[in-house]
């Protein structure tokens, strides 16, 4: 956990950088990081007037909630499932690999990256996947598949499996229920979110219609989702161009609050409750 922000020597790390400098920017937690620091630079959320939510999808999610000059931040374990990983076809978003998935005339359709035969399926089409299948009716809200083989067929030779299913709902249920938890801290009830910012390369290519419609955000915010890329990369960028901003980085450090979710005493009820779809 490095909790100090401060501007070293680059040859401490790389010899062969001896002219160059290293900014170290400084943690929130120790699960939320220098660059959730970084990404709340970049989108400028604790500067809005608006009750704003950033929100980091990965194996771990990390969200940030800031309302009238208080910001709360969390850490939730929401496993590798929506990059793909431990789903029975799960890959990268890299070519052969579904990325989208939407009905049409009640049939499932997908989208290949690189187009040709479908190889596997990355993030944003294993959410667009499990929307598509509420929305026909193959599965129901506690995430059973309800087709005889227990699959959820997508091409030929590339489908979503009940263990598949599984995993997405506790992905999206750590999520969900991080957010709600954030949204307690702070006294505010979700629909006084008025913006929210995906953050990283899956929040910039998943559909924020289907993530509502699984539940990994509520369907209350829909209309207030921007994707904002890669949000740290950017504040990175802000860091290197300005040596100001590093003291900007110590001082969000020290303000944000950060919200232990395993002592909230909701916290289980309220994953539990977001699993369902």
Same mark, same amino acid.
């Given at each position: 956990?490095?909790?100090?922000?401060?501007?070293?020597?680059?040859?401490?790390? !790389?010899?062969?950088?001896?002219?160059?400098? +290293?900014?170290?920017?400084?943690?929130?937690?120790?699960?939320?990081?220098?660059?959730?620091?970084?990404?709340?630079?970049?989108?400028? =959320?604790?500067?809005?007037?608006?009750?704003?939510? +950033?929100?980091?999808?990965?194996?771990?999610?990390?969200?940030?909630?800031?309302?009238?000059?208080?910001?709360?931040?969390?850490?939730?374990?929401?496993?590798?499932?929506?990059?793909?990983?431990?789903?029975?076809?799960?890959?990268?978003?890299?070519?052969?690999?579904?990325?989208?998935?939407?009905?049409?005339?009640? %049939? !499932?359709?997908?989208?290949?990256?690189?187009?040709?035969?479908?190889?596997?399926?990355?993030?944003?089409?294993?959410?667009? @996947?499990?929307?598509?299948?509420?929305?026909?009716?193959?599965?129901?809200?506690?995430?059973?598949?309800?087709?005889?083989?227990?699959?959820?067929?997508?091409?030929?030779?590339? $489908?979503l499996t009940q263990a598949d299913v599984r995993q997405v709902q506790l992905a999206?249920?750590?999520?969900?229920?991080?957010? %709600?938890?954030?949204?307690?801290?702070?006294?505010?009830? !979700?629909?006084?979110?008025?913006?929210? $910012?995906?953050?990283?390369?899956?929040?910039? $290519?998943?559909?924020?219609?289907? @993530?509502?419609?699984?539940?990994? !955000?509520?369907?209350? +915010?829909?209309?207030?989702?921007?994707?904002?890329?890669?949000?740290?990369?950017?504040?990175?960028?802000? +860091?290197?161009?300005?040596?100001?901003?590093? %003291? $900007?980085?110590?001082?969000?450090?020290?303000?944000?609050?950060?919200?232990?979710? @395993?002592?909230?005493?909701?916290?289980?009820?309220?994953?539990?409750?977001? =699993?369902?779809?």
């Amino acid at each position: 956990l490095l909790r100090e922000a401060k501007e070293v020597s680059a040859a401490s790390y !790389l010899p062969e950088c001896k002219n160059a400098r +290293l900014l170290i920017v400084p943690d929130i937690s120790g699960f939320v990081g220098a660059d959730t620091v970084a990404a709340v630079m970049a989108s400028g =959320m604790d500067r809005r007037a608006q009750t704003t939510l +950033l929100v980091d999808i990965g194996t771990n999610g990390e969200m940030v909630l800031a309302n009238r000059g208080r910001m709360a931040a969390c850490s939730t374990a929401a496993g590798p499932a929506l990059e793909g990983a431990g789903i029975r076809f799960g890959m990268p978003g890299r070519t052969g690999a579904i990325d989208h998935v939407w009905l049409e005339k009640g %049939e !499932l359709k997908c989208s290949v990256i690189g187009g040709g035969a479908a190889v596997g399926i990355c993030g944003s089409g294993i959410v667009d @996947a499990v929307a598509a299948a509420l929305e026909l009716g193959l599965l129901n809200k506690r995430g059973k598949i309800l087709r005889e083989d227990g699959i959820i067929p997508l091409t030929e030779t590339v $489908y979503l499996t009940q263990a598949d299913v599984r995993q997405v709902q506790l992905a999206k249920g750590a999520i969900a229920a991080g957010i %709600e938890q954030l949204a307690e801290h702070l006294g505010i009830a !979700l629909a006084d979110i008025d913006r929210v $910012y995906l953050a990283g390369a899956f929040g910039t $290519y998943m559909d924020p219609a289907s @993530a509502c419609r699984i539940g990994l !955000l509520q369907p209350a +915010l829909l209309d207030k989702i921007t994707a904002l890329g890669n949000a740290a990369g950017s504040g990175a960028q802000l +860091l290197a161009a300005d040596r100001a901003a590093l %003291e $900007y980085a110590q001082a969000l450090a020290n303000t944000v609050e950060f919200v232990e979710l @395993a002592a909230m005493p909701r916290f289980s009820r309220c994953f539990a409750k977001n =699993m369902e779809f």
